[in-house]
């Protein structure tokens, strides 16, 4: 069976300081990837996805960052973050092969406080 | 406009109750619908998916997808308190970008 692993689970940041969030998954291969930004209250924000090792399409121009360096592993970066990054970043899967289904399951996300 | 419309909540029923989450589109060209709930701070686990018109029953859940009036709809029959979460609708294209559409989700609170 599948999962995904996200970590870490929650992240208390300063202002300036850097970012790294790492997201990978098992047991698929060729997997679609995404990250996901979710702010209090609001639905989910597309941020980055990707279609393959070193493809990447950003959604929404931000502070942030995506890098694919292997087929299941998925990397959320900043070089200085912004308070205005804090929020519940999550990552996800889904199969690309099977174009008519392609639900996306979820990691169990990191709650970033920038401080 | 929002491509996707969804009644933040939040909603509070009593235990046993019938409830109804509902997401309004505006692109006729999303074909494939899904819902999602939320615990708090988990991530988003899926609970149906459809592509037709009509309606699928899955338990107690029941997707309804309305492509005319562009509306979709999950029903939840005998609510559990177990059933307390944000509820999220979520949507695509067919063909073209992999990306998802997510309504703001409903949060849901179902009273003992």
């Known amino acids: 069976s599948q999962t995904i692993h996200q970590w870490p689970a929650t992240l208390v940041q300063p202002v300036g300081s850097p970012l790294s969030l790492e997201c990978t998954v098992e047991?698929?291969?060729?997997?679609?990837l995404y990250w996901y930004r979710q702010a209090a209250g609001r639905g989910l924000q597309l941020l980055f996805y990707?279609?393959?090792?070193?493809?990447i399409s950003s959604e929404v121009p931000q502070n942030l960052s995506a890098s694919r360096p292997q087929d299941r592993q998925f990397i959320l970066s900043s070089k200085k973050l912004l308070l205005s990054d804090s929020g519940f970043y999550l990552c996800a899967w889904s199969v690309a092969l099977r174009q008519w289904r392609t639900e996306a399951f979820f990691g169990q996300g990191t709650r970033l406080t920038v401080v | 406009q929002k491509e996707v419309e969804q009644d933040p909540g939040p909603l509070s029923v009593p235990e046993g109750a019938i409830v109804s989450l509902n997401c309004t589109y505006s692109n006729s060209a999303f074909q494939y619908f899904m819902w999602y709930r939320q615990y708090s701070r988990k991530g988003p686990e899926l609970l149906m998916y459809t592509y037709s018109s009509g309606n699928k029953e899955d338990g107690r859940f029941t997707a309804q997808v309305d492509k005319s009036s562009k509306y979709i709809s999950l029903f939840i029959r005998d609510s559990q308190p177990s059933d307390s979460a944000t509820y999220l609708c979520a949507m695509r294209l067919i063909q073209g970008a992999q990306k998802l559409v997510f309504g703001q989700g409903t949060r849901l609170t179902i009273n003992p």
């Open positions: 047991g698929t291969s060729n997997p679609n």
């Open positions: 990707s279609v393959g090792i070193g493809q």
